[in-house]
């Protein structure tokens, strides 16, 4: 059963999702915040498996809110994924670079949303990777926070070859096929990797391969 907890200051969107999470197999809906502090309060509360994060909200918006859940060694566990418009794509990436683990967009279908959900919770796959590879190609720009690629000197030449393809939105059965290994030798490169470069999902491995250059905007 994945629990979700459901942030968003507009009462219509935060109701529609919490109608069609209710009515989804395996999923329950631990609580609904309207703002991100009411959200940071309640996820330490109820520690759920996902957040289902609206960026622009009043008190404590949701960049502020997702950063404070991923530096909770509590909510090690708890996942955040942003509902965001197109208009909010630089947001997003500051939101990914918070600690969020993906993104839906609010106009996306049901089944899509329940998708998204359980995909971030199973952490084993990003959700639509080639899109957020995409965004951030967009719209990273230089941060005070770039990573010196340095960070990278910890990695085997192997893994830093896995790193570049997660960064590249690559399954871990295709990583598998682009190496010629098994996909459970891909998994588990891919673990050691997020342990060493301490990220706790695929999105944040994204974020560090562009932060220290390793893969570069359009590249």
């Given amino acids: ?32 915040a309207v703002d991100g502090r009411e959200a940071v309060a ?19 918006d949701g960049i502020a809110a997702t950063a404070a859940i991923a530096a909770d060694p509590a909510l090690a566990e708890t996942r955040v994924l942003i ?44 959700l639509s990777a080639s899109a957020m590879q995409a965004l951030i190609a967009r719209h990273l720009a230089p941060s005070p926070a770039a990573l010196d690629r340095a960070v990278l000197d910890h990695l085997t030449e192997r893994e830093t070859e896995v790193l570049l393809l997660v960064a590249r939105g690559r399954s871990n059965q295709e990583i598998a096929d682009d190496l010629f290994i098994s996909p459970h030798t891909a998994k588990t490169h891919v673990n050691r990797i997020m342990t060493k470069l301490h990220a706790h999902d695929r999105a944040q491995l994204v974020i560090v391969a562009y932060e220290t250059g390793l893969l570069a905007p359009g590249g």
């Fill in 42 to 60: 309640l996820a330490a509360s109820v520690r759920p498996d996902v957040v289902l994060m609206d960026i622009r909200m009043p008190e404590l």
């Fill in 83 to 126: 509902l965001t418009t197109f208009e909010e794509d630089e947001y997003v990436v500051a939101a990914l670079r918070a600690g969020a683990s993906g993104f839906i967009g609010k106009g996306s279908e049901p089944d899509d949303i329940v998708r998204a959900v359980r995909a971030v919770h199973a952490g084993d796959a990003l």
């Fill in 1 to 32: 059963m994945t629990s979700v907890l459901v942030v968003d200051d507009q009462a219509l969107i935060r109701q529609a999702v919490v109608d069609i999470l209710t009515h989804a197999e395996g999923v329950t809906v631990a609580g609904q």
